[in-house]
């Protein structure tokens, strides 16, 4: 079990720029999350796949945020013209919808600091 | 009012204490509560997860539910250094359904001094 891996694992970026992640689930997980988390919070839902189809997004997502899992396996989350406020950590997690209560396994994120 | 409320702490206990979270809820449509682990600069991972209301119970750890009183605990027992982490709940209505999430509690900072 490789678990969740993300990509990079830092990023500084300067205000403006765009950024993207990219998140490779556990190989049979079919559902992918992201979700985002600042300091003394918890994890915030942003968006979910469920293979490569998008099901749901948080309004949190603001039209500067975009995610894809254009084959249903890894996904990217891409930020354009990042501001200060999308300094986070954005997480990842997969489950399996094989049937029963499936947890969401988490990668160790990637921590983005917008100057 | 947060559908999930958790106090942020930090807690400090001495080892070999019992340690006892909490959370709250309003909705009471959630069916599914679990605790995750975070440790600094790391993802969450699963400790444990419950079903409705009653105990459960895996090693040091006890989960309970009390689905009455909208109201969730872990207690950890014999705590140790290693233990010290942040501690979130979760809860969810029903993950069989298309547009189910998981709601996450603020987490509370546990520190365990040797």
Not at chain 2, 55 to 75: C, H, M, P, W
Request: with cysteine; proline share 5%.
């Amino acid at each position: 079990d490789t678990g969740v891996s993300q990509d990079p694992r830092h990023k500084i970026t300067k205000r403006g720029q765009n950024v993207t992640f990219r998140c490779d689930p556990i190989s049979e997980h079919n559902r992918l999350y992201w979700y985002r988390q600042t300091l003394g919070q918890g994890p915030e839902f942003l968006t979910y796949f469920q293979n490569e189809a998008q099901l749901e997004k948080s309004r949190l997502l603001s039209d500067r945020f975009s995610a894809e899992r254009p084959k249903g396996s890894f996904s990217t989350l891409e930020i354009q013209r990042t501001e200060q406020g999308d300094s986070a950590m954005y997480l990842c997690a997969s489950s399996s919808r094989a049937g029963g209560f499936s947890p969401l396994h988490f990668g160790n994120g990637t921590r983005l600091t917008v100057t | 009012q947060k559908e999930v409320e958790q106090d942020p702490g930090p807690l400090s206990v001495p080892e070999g204490a019992i340690v006892s979270l909490n959370c709250t809820y309003s909705n009471s449509a959630f069916q599914y509560f679990m605790w995750y682990r975070q440790y600094s600069r790391k993802g969450p991972e699963l400790l444990m997860y419950t079903y409705s209301s009653g105990n459960k119970e895996d090693g040091r750890f006890t989960a309970q539910v009390d689905k009455s009183s909208k109201y969730i605990s872990l207690f950890i027992r014999d705590s140790q250094p290693s233990d010290s982490a942040t501690y979130l709940c979760a809860m969810s209505s029903d993950l069989r359904n298309r547009d189910d999430k998981i709601i996450f509690g603020k987490g509370t900072r546990l520190h365990i001094l040797p």
